[in-house]
């Protein structure tokens, strides 16, 4: 029986947070790939070859925002499941509680526990379709 095979991207100008999160999602999700970006210019490279099926970014980051990178990602791609990190506590004014009434659905305060994102990004993969058979 084939296998899908999913692709993580996980953007974070923290280049440790990227490797430790691509160690550990790798360890703990069957099947998938994991690609490191470590800016937002660089995640939306990689999300425009079409070839992702879920984005874990951050939102701090120097030279484009996790809110930019989720903007213009919804522009090109309305379904990619898109999970934001941010460090910066609840703020009923903060970009990512505004950037909810654009279509972003999920976000995680750091410091966050692993075993909830990955369920959270199981959640994301499993009630798609999108992926490739190995």
Do not use: C
Request: charged fraction near 35%; proline fraction near 3%; glycine fraction near 8%.
């Amino acid at each position: 029986m084939n296998k899908t095979i999913r692709k993580i991207l996980v953007v974070d100008d923290d280049e440790k947070a990227s490797e430790f999160l691509k160690l550990e999602l790798e360890d703990y999700i069957d099947n998938v790939i994991v690609i490191t970006a470590n800016s937002g210019y660089e995640g939306l490279s990689k999300i425009m070859s079409g070839d992702i099926d879920l984005l874990l970014t951050d939102i701090a980051m120097p030279d484009m925002d996790g809110y930019e990178l989720f903007s213009r990602t919804r522009e090109m791609n309305r379904e990619l499941p898109i999970i934001m990190m941010t460090g910066f506590g609840y703020d009923p004014n903060h970009v990512v509680v505004r950037s909810r009434k654009g279509g972003l659905q999920d976000v995680i305060y750091k410091p966050f526990d692993t075993k909830k994102l990955i369920r959270m990004i199981r959640e994301k993969l499993d009630s798609g379709d999108s992926g490739d058979e190995v």
